[in-house]
């Protein structure tokens, strides 16, 4: 008996994971979703915001201060839409009244970018400058704590 519940234990089991496939449908366990299905380009462009000094040395911002968020999708989705909508301004305001409570926030940072950067990721992983290209959508002074 404990054989033949083993066997039916385990073809269910298989049967769970190979139905998605034979039904074409996406779903749990197995999902045929073809989101890595395609080759990568060499190059990736996203939207960021960055903290800039007087000598134009920009500073990285946590997913928190730019975003509000921890979510880096909802970061970035909201940072794009933004720029997309042409309300880049309003959120690099927004952006630097968050980055002028931030505790990290490097002494020297007068301004905060909303940039678009499209950078070499090839390059990026062997340690290498990445940047291929840098647009300004909107520039904005941190406010006086």
Not at 69 to 96: F, K, T
Not at 111 to 134: K, M, N, Y
């Amino acid at each position: 008996m404990d054989r033949r519940l083993r066997i039916l234990v385990t073809v269910v089991a298989v049967g769970a994971l190979v139905a998605p496939v034979v039904l074409d449908r996406d779903s749990f366990p197995l999902s045929t979703y073809p989101m890595y299905a395609r080759v990568r380009s060499d190059e990736v462009t996203f939207v960021t915001a960055h903290a800039v000094g007087p000598d134009r040395e920009r500073s990285s911002l946590t997913l928190g201060v730019i975003g509000d968020s921890d979510d880096p999708l909802i970061v970035a989705g909201e940072l794009r839409r933004a720029v997309r909508d042409g309300r880049a301004q309003a959120r690099c305001n927004e952006i630097a009244e968050r980055a002028r409570e931030w505790d990290a926030l490097p002494d020297d940072t007068t301004t905060i970018e909303v940039v678009t950067e499209r950078h070499d990721v090839v390059a990026e992983v062997s340690g290498q400058p990445s940047l291929r290209d840098r647009t300004v959508h909107a520039s904005c002074k941190v406010p006086s704590a």
